[in-house]
């Protein structure tokens, strides 16, 4: 399995940004992507996740009700459509992938970065 993720830019607090993971090879139902964000001087956390089959999207806190995951299948690729962007979400942003049935996440895109400037 392979990623890409991108979209990431440079965008004033407020404005709205589409990161997109491009994925390649396995992409069965019940394997998920999820969105992590890593700022300056910062560990790495989670923010999003979604199964292929879309049967559930789960979001942390801190992004809840401004973000939003979507999915195309047939172009094995996951959207983290970003809302009413603050400053406190800059960061570069990977996606990885959880196999199904596997104990984490397996493999992970390279990180596209998004700056949000106040």
């Known amino acids: 399995v392979q990623l890409q993720a991108y979209g990431g830019g440079l965008v004033q607090a407020g404005d709205s940004l589409r990161l997109s993971c491009a994925a390649s090879g396995r992409t069965f139902s019940n394997d998920a992507v999820g969105w992590f964000r890593q700022a300056p001087g910062k560990e790495r956390e989670f923010v999003a996740a979604i199964t292929w089959s879309g049967g559930g999207a789960y979001y942390a806190d801190s992004v809840k009700g401004r973000f939003t995951l979507s999915r195309d299948n047939a172009k094995k690729t996951v959207y983290l459509q970003m809302d009413s962007l603050k400053p406190e979400d800059t960061a570069l942003y990977y996606c990885?992938?959880?196999?199904?049935?596997?104990?984490?996440?397996?493999?992970w895109g390279q990180g596209t970065l998004v700056t949000v400037s106040s």
């Open positions: 990885g992938t959880w196999l199904a049935g596997s104990a984490g996440y397996d493999y």
